[in-house]
Nanobody, 127 residues
């Protein structure tokens, strides 16, 4: 599995960014794509995830981003997006996407649930 993130950058507080995660090398009936972030000196934390199964998809969000971030997926492009609106300085960090073919929805925002990771993209929210 290969994951490539893009879309990071510098944005002012209140602004928006859309991150993309292009995946290749995987084809399963069940898998999840998660977005994580890591600020300097802090642990990596789960931001959002989408679980794809044969019956549809479900999305999950950390409390800190609910109502501001939206995860979505374009199956034809095998790409997952993270639309980030109303950005705050505390959203600053390196954002990673990750892939897993296991795990339950109860642990879907835990980094330990994921097997493959992208290289990360920097998001900086500052005036």
């Amino acid at each position: 599995v290969q994951l490539v993130e893009s879309g990071g950058g510098l944005v002012q507080p209140g602004g928006s960014l859309r991150l993309s995660c292009a995946a290749s090398g995987v084809s399963l009936d069940y898998f999840a794509i998660g977005w994580f972030r890591q600020a300097p000196g802090k642990e990596r934390e789960g931001v959002s995830a989408i679980i794809i199964s044969s019956v549809g998809s479900n999305t999950y969000y950390a409390d800190s981003v609910k109502g501001r971030f939206t995860i979505s997926r374009d199956a034809a492009k095998n790409t997952t997006y993270l639309q980030m609106d109303s950005l705050k300085p505390e959203d600053t960090g390196v954002y990673y996407c990750a892939w897993t073919g296991r795990g339950s929805r109860h642990e879907i925002l835990r980094p330990s649930s994921y097997d493959y990771w992208g290289q990360g993209t920097q998001v900086t929210v500052s005036s």
